[in-house]
């Protein structure tokens, strides 16, 4: 591969040219920068060490959101900050991949990164190289978050055995100890917690510190000592030329481009509510009083229809700050008075629009628990939202009325977390009955005491060549059960059913794996064939997605993400 050494020239920092590399110690000690990150979690050493190299920063109030997932993007800039050999940035403005402009937050980074080999985009056949993808917003996975981070450390990467892609990439991981030291798989989506201690491993391990950092991660903290490791390059350097970097919560649009860390996914786009939490934006629009400073006296939302699980709703801006709690109107004197919710405010509490400044707004729901009637399956979209205003020169009353629609949410016990890929890219075309055509990682969360199965899965299927197919079967990789699945040969689909009978059951904490067989037929002597199966359409709640599931309280025929959901291996 040809690199253009002006454009993404390896630097290091100045402090590595005066000072020696013994100079430095990692500081591993308990600290208390966010409010949601438990001083006795495993994640909280990597997320301190990580915050005070000036890797990452938290968002709003103090938060840093470790159950987060944590996109290609996102996962790519930690990495690229964290990397010893202090990666320059490609501040050239130019993208490098279709779905990478120049102008994105994340360009220089994906950018940077692709120049030094460590990212090529998702292979695809179909079209040539320069035109494949980075698929920025997509779920970082494990494997893929371990290649990024040995490529980046230059580990020596072993010649193992076996089919999967990213065994070399983990053994090389496992050989300095800086694996995840948990049961994950390689298909499992990282989330923000999960980063930050993988991330920092490979730090610690560098420094020569890796001992003390697993300590860390078991409650124990001893002294900092001055690192005897003879490496060219310290983690702690980074800290002069990262100290405002910082990770962004959401996959970043439009309105959250730059490296600012967002705490909500906008624009608003669709998600489930989990009883017992507060929910992503599920509205969202800008506000502005032209000419002079105003107060907002009220805040009016309407829905489309009642849900019973919301407790109360929050106006904030896309920085978190609370502009309004809205309650549900109690009085009965309109016929719609269930599904409206509404604050007003004493003048010493009114929240302060500056003059001729959009300030975006952001509504969350607040989803009463499991135990106090917070319910599965219910739909919750808003109607209308309003604000009103008083100017503070002129005492005038504005109207602002934020313009829909906005996206449709629905109440659920769980979700899935994650579909990825866990077989090989490309692999051989070869006849025989039982085939692996392709094998499928599904990662779920679920509130304690309730369970999640899939139902359905509607795989497409491209199919060329002199290649024919049958019996379709889809397998459990751990017990063996299966089932059946049919076909659909103008629609090119394959429909496995009734999957919460026997192979689709969520085990806690654990993926589920499932292969994907079939009775393959290749006449002798022909080489043009080529079969590939995806899961395609992520779908909404109110169209059909490609995997539908339970919680045994209501049926989702739809995940979160975006499409496609998980592209399949291309056997040729």
């Not at 690192?227 to 970097?245: E, T, Y």
Request: proline share 5%; charged share 15%.
């Amino acid at each position: 591969m040809d690199y253009n050494a002006a454009m993404h020239q390896r630097l290091f920092a100045l402090s590595l040219l005066l000072l020696p590399l013994t100079a430095f110690a990692l500081e591993l000690k308990p600290a208390d920068f966010y409010s949601d990150v438990r001083a006795n979690s495993k994640e909280a050493p990597g997320i301190n060490l990580l915050t005070r190299e000036g890797i990452v920063q938290g968002y709003g109030e103090s938060h840093f959101g470790p159950n987060r997932l944590i996109n290609r993007a996102e996962f790519l800039k930690i990495a690229i900050l964290a990397s010893p050999d202090g990666y320059q940035p490609d501040m050239s403005g130019q993208g490098c991949f279709p779905d990478v402009k120049g102008t994105d937050w994340f360009a220089p980074y994906v950018c940077a990164a692709k120049a030094a080999g460590i990212v090529s985009g998702n292979a695809n056949p179909k079209v040539s190289q320069d035109q494949w993808t980075f698929n920025p917003g997509d779920t970082v996975t494990y494997d893929a978050a371990l290649k990024m981070l040995v490529l980046l450390y230059r580990y020596q990467i072993p010649n193992v055995g076996g089919t999967d892609w990213a065994q070399p990439y983990y053994k090389a991981a496992a050989t300095k100890g800086v694996d995840l030291p948990i049961r994950i798989t390689f298909g499992t989506p990282m989330t923000r917690g999960m980063t930050a201690r993988l991330a920092g491993a490979f730090i610690a391990e560098k420094a020569g510190q890796l001992e003390q950092y697993r300590l860390a991660e078991s409650g124990i903290y001893t002294s900092s000592h001055s690192s005897s490791s003879s490496s060219s390059s310290s983690s702690s350097s980074l800290s002069s030329s990262s100290s405002s970097s910082s990770v962004s919560s959401s996959t970043p649009t439009s309105s959250s481009s730059s490296s600012v860390a967002s705490l909500f996914t906008l624009p608003s786009v669709s998600h489930f509510l989990i009883p017992g939490t507060t929910t992503d934006a599920i509205a969202d629009g800008v506000v502005r009083s032209v000419g002079e400073t105003a107060k907002v006296q009220i805040v009016q939302v309407k829905l489309f229809n009642e849900v019973r699980s919301i407790d109360y709703l929050e106006l904030v801006t896309e920085k978190g700050e609370v502009i309004a709690k809205l309650l549900r109107r109690t009085t009965t004197d309109t016929t719609d008075y269930k599904l409206t919710f509404e604050a007003q405010f004493q003048p010493e509490s009114q929240f302060t629009i500056p003059k001729d400044t959009d300030v975006r707004i952001v509504l969350r729901a607040i989803i009463r628990s499991a135990s106090n009637a917070g319910f599965s399956d219910e739909l919750l979209q808003v109607r209308t939202m309003s604000v009103t205003m008083k100017s503070e020169a002129t005492n005038q009353t504005i109207n602002a009325s934020i313009s829909g629609p906005f996206p449709k949410h629905q109440t659920a016990f769980g979700r899935i977390t994650g579909v990825t890929r866990a077989s090989p890219v490309t692999a051989p075309l070869i006849a025989g009955a039982n085939t692996l055509i392709g094998t499928y990682s599904f990662s779920s969360s679920v509130l304690d005491g309730k369970n999640l199965k899939l139902r359905q899965l509607t795989f497409s299927l491209v199919k060329t060549g002199s290649v024919s197919v049958s019996n379709w079967t889809l397998v459990h990789r751990a017990s063996g059960a299966s089932v059946t699945c049919s076909t659909n040969d103008q629609t090119m689909t394959i429909t496995c059913a009734l999957l919460e009978q026997s192979v689709g059951a969520f085990t806690a904490n654990t993926p589920l794996l499932l292969d994907l067989k079939a009775t393959v037929f290749v006449p002798a002597g022909t080489n043009d064939s080529v079969l590939e199966t995806s899961l395609d359409a992520t779908g909404s709640p109110e169209a059909l997605g490609s995997v539908e599931w339970t919680d045994e309280s209501g049926i989702f025929r739809w995940i979160e993400g975006i499409a496609p959901v998980a592209k399949g291996t291309r056997l040729q």
